[in-house]
């Protein structure tokens, strides 16, 4: 048997709010004790107002709301968090105090789980380097706020972790660039623009900023954007390799290999890796490759050629050489950290 004393000054928890076009910021909220009434100030977690109008859950406008009773309140300045705590209070005066103390409160839980021990520094050294993507976050209601912050969270990697430097409900504006220049981040908004001086300042900072309806697609964008930190992977693949039959020193360019390409095929800049006897003595770019004395784009298997290699000259009669390429391949993320 639930009680509750509704001769007092109101106070409960913020259910939901948003920031609606043409009637401002937007609680729900949900009377746990005392009396709610229309004229009354009140703070909702760090922001503050006076309760304009008052809403019931059939869409009537009321002048006051009970113990156990859902109601919409306009007349906030700001747009509280999802689970804040609201309270009514007797006048202006004591509205600076509660957002005070609730501000300190929640500066020494912040410091309290930044708070770097050993352990922490132990864990990023044996790491190494860990690649960080920094995000604003700025979504249209706190529900969706709270959603994609706990799909953030799931995110990071060992290799690349995802930092939410902030996040809060409401249109992109300009002090979001500013922040999101100052962490070296983007800016990620759900189903909320960016007003006219924040699209100018992104583009002079050069701040990107993404714009998103489908949850999906945001948290598909934001693995692709994780992923291309990661530096690439470096694969080699070998084109051919011939056999020097001869060798020839030519005035001004130095010695150039006669050969027999016996497998794959030679390209011209390609990279080339000298071999004598098993070892590998050289590795460089091939610098010229001519059939006959015209130069060639590449010479294929079964044919004779004549190949440079750039900065060296020691080639002898029995050396191979071996024509290869690097290539990029961008990496995958790996399994999240379990939380």
Do not use: W
Request: proline share 3%; charged share 30%; glycine share 10%.
């Amino acid at each position: 048997e639930f009680k509750a004393n509704p001769n007092k000054l109101g106070s409960g928890s913020v259910i939901e709010a948003k920031l609606e076009k043409g009637r401002g910021n937007v609680a729900t909220i949900l009377v746990k004790e005392g009396t709610v009434k229309v004229g009354q100030y009140i703070v909702a977690g760090t922001v503050s107002g006076r309760v304009k109008s008052l809403t019931n859950d059939k869409g009537e406008k009321i002048q006051s709301a009970g113990p156990g009773m859902p109601v919409e309140v306009l007349g906030l300045d700001g747009t509280p968090l999802a689970g804040d705590r609201f309270d009514i209070v007797k006048d202006e005066s004591v509205i600076e105090d509660v957002i005070r103390v609730r501000k300190e409160q929640i500066d020494k839980a912040n410091s309290a789980s930044t708070k770097i021990s050993l352990e922490d520094i132990f864990s990023k050294v044996k790491q190494g380097d860990v690649k960080e993507l920094s995000v604003v976050l700025k979504t249209d209601v706190s529900g969706s706020l709270e959603a994609v912050n706990g799909m953030f969270k799931k995110l990071s990697t060992p290799e690349v972790k995802l930092k939410v430097v902030h996040s809060a409900v409401g249109g992109i504006t300009e002090s979001d660039v500013l922040l999101a220049q100052t962490a070296k981040g983007i800016i990620v908004g759900f189903n909320v623009r960016p007003d006219g001086g924040a699209t100018t300042a992104s583009k002079r900072m050069g701040v990107e900023i993404r714009s998103y309806t489908i949850v999906y697609e945001l948290i598909d964008d934001i693995k692709k954007a994780m992923a291309g930190l990661l530096a690439p992977t470096i694969v080699e693949k070998v084109l051919g390799r011939a056999e020097v039959r001869n060798t020839f020193v030519v005035p001004k360019i130095g010695t150039i290999a006669g050969c027999f390409v016996a497998d794959g095929k030679i390209l011209r800049n390609s990279m080339a890796r000298l071999i004598r006897e098993g070892k590998i003595v050289y590795e460089g770019k091939v610098s010229s490759l001519k059939r006959f004395k015209d130069d060639a784009r590449e010479v294929a298997q079964g044919f004779e050629c004549g190949i440079g290699i750039e900065n060296y000259n020691d080639i002898k009669v029995g050396d191979s050489i071996e024509s290869f390429i690097k290539e990029e391949i961008a990496r995958e993320l790996s399994a999240p950290i379990q939380s």
